[in-house]
């Protein structure tokens, strides 16, 4: 199973009637870091280029250290970015959850089983495969509530259907 990215978890809030779009400022500045990467690494490349055999290994170094806190900086970014729309998701379930608890379920049965496979499909990527993440005690509180807000949806929808 391949890791949920960024356009994943922005279409899941899409079928939560959420939708995002580029221009939201909770994308800028995760979009500025890259755009200013990129630019970052057009100029290392051109000096890297012209690097040669007598280029002194202090000098490599600090192009090391350039490199990675280059990384560390996307990584940084994209962890923010990625938190947010766990936030927001996590909101947006839970507000789900609240409503499917005091409706019929036959009005939006459809609805109910999307919200559970996006609630399962965040729990087994994110709790698996975002080491970056792991560190982060709010990720594992987010991570919980759309765990438990999941086993909410799937007792509502066990209720209907053994109602049927």
Known sequence: MKTMDIKE??????????????????HRPFLNT???????IQRLQQTLSSLTDSTSSAEIQCYERYV???SNNIIKENTTLVMNLLKILQQKIKSYAKTAYNSTPESHNEKLVKVIQICKRIENDMSIKKTYLSMDEEFWRIL????KYEQILRARYLVYNNNI
């Open 9 to 26: 978890l922005i279409d899941c809030l899409g079928h939560l009637g959420a939708p995002l779009h580029k221009s939201t400022t909770l």
């Open 34 to 40: 890259l755009e200013e990467t990129s630019a970052k």
């Open 68 to 70: 990675s806190s280059i």
């Open 144 to 147: 919980y509530r759309i765990i």
